[in-house]
Structure formats: C-alpha cells, structure tokens
C-alpha cells in the first residue's frame, strides 16, 4: 500500500540541526511531490516547503528560508528535511506528506506519521 | 500570518449540518483542500479539487467554493467526526502553499 514512512523522534540541543528522513513505499517514487509540514503542541499546521523528487527543485516557505534544507536519494525512495540552528520554537511533529506534481489544484493525500522534534538544552 | 482564515470553533448537533469556512483572497484562483485531524493522529485528506472525496470518506463530507470562502459541509455529523479541520490552497504567489488556522469542530 502506499505510504510514507518517517524517522524516529530526536532531542537536540538549541543551536544544533536536525535532519528528518520519509520513506516511500507502493508508488513510484518521482511521480509526486514530497511536502513537509511541521504542527507545534496545541497549535494549527504550518507548511514547511517541498521538493520535488524527480527534479530535485525546492520550494521554502519563507519562514523557513536559509534554516532549511530538503534533499531526497532517488535510489532508496526517500526524502530528507534537514533543519539548523533550533531553537525552542522548533519543538514540534513534523510530517511529509505527498502532492501532486505541477496540479495547480494542489492537495496532499498521503501522510507521515510524524516525527517529534524536542529542542531542549 | 496565515492567508486563509478560519473560524477557530465550530459546534453543530448530531446528525444535523454544518459548514466551515475558509476565507482568502488566493481563493479566488485556487481551490482548497480540507484535512481533518484527530488528536495525536497525523491529519488526513477529506475533500480536494474543490468537491472530490478520496477513497473511504464518507460521502456527507463535500465542498463548495465561492468567491474568497470556500466551505467543507458535514450533512448529518457524526460524532467520529469530532476534530480539528484546516484548509490548504497555494498562496498568493502560486509558488507555496498555506494553511488556515484550523476549526474545531465539536459534536454535541
């Protein structure tokens, strides 16, 4: 079946960097978007950025520029969000989510189970 | 700030009707979509391409989409369908996406 899986929880320091890997399984690979959303406790969703698995091309949301970085490996089926210079802020679940390519109706129909990023000294 | 606003709560009767909004100017241009997302699960896609349904959501889940509001109806609300509910659309650049700040839907 179609799924993304995600890396485990990780505790960092502020400061330090983080770096989130998403599996993909069930479809091919470089046919769809990978999206990365982040959800602090108690609060709304926040879009991250994505990246295009075929191309390799990126798009930050702005919030996010120069801290974040997203990368895939084409030969395992995965996708990485690497994240620097955390701050408390940055606590929160991070999913990917997959989208399709070029749709300028855009929607994200398959989800990670997200992966808990704490930033405590 | 987010582009696409949304009222922060909502509460409807079981088994009655209810709608939640989205407002944004980007709407004008693109459609939303809606997930829905119960606590400590990851959220799940209910409506797209303004009124399609993925496989397994229920058919009382549709969409709508005028103007700068578009709108996820719930016809005869269930209490499995208790959650909280975003909207999502490209920004106005076309180049990103947001989301809106999320319902919570209560079923009473």
């Known amino acids: 079946q179609v799924q993304l899986v995600q890396s485990a929880a990780e505790v960092k320091k502020p400061g330090a960097s983080v770096k989130v890997s998403c599996k993909a399984s069930?479809?091919?690979?470089?046919?769809?978007?990978i999206n990365w959303v982040r959800q602090a406790t108690g609060q709304g969703l926040e879009w991250m950025g994505w990246?295009?698995?075929?191309?390799?091309?990126?798009g930050y949301a702005q919030n996010f520029q120069g801290r974040v970085t997203m990368t895939r490996d084409t030969s395992i089926s995965t996708v990485y969000m690497e994240l620097s210079s955390l701050r408390s802020e940055d606590t929160a679940v991070y999913y990917c989510?997959?989208?399709?390519?070029?749709?300028?109706?855009?929607?994200?129909?398959?989800w990670g189970q997200g992966t808990t990023v704490t930033v405590s000294s | 700030s987010s582009e696409l606003t949304q009222d922060p709560a909502v509460s409807v009767a079981l088994g009655q009707t209810v709608r939640i909004t989205c407002q944004g100017d980007n709407l004008r241009s693109y459609y939303a979509s809606w997930y829905q997302q119960k606590p400590g699960q990851a959220p799940v896609l209910v409506i797209y391409d303004k009124n399609d349904r993925p496989s397994g959501i229920p058919d009382r889940f549709s969409g709508s989409s005028s103007g700068n509001t578009a709108s996820l109806t719930i016809t005869g609300a269930q209490a499995e369908d208790e959650a909280d509910y975003y909207c999502?659309?490209?920004?106005?650049?076309?180049?990103?996406?947001?989301f809106g700040g999320g319902t919570k839907l209560t079923v009473l």
């Open positions: 999502n659309s490209r920004d106005s650049s076309g180049n990103h996406l947001v």
């Open positions: 989510a997959r989208g399709p390519t070029g749709n300028d109706y855009y929607y994200m129909d398959v």
């Open positions: 990246t295009n698995p075929k191309s390799g091309s990126i």
């Open positions: 069930g479809y091919t690979f470089t046919s769809y978007d």
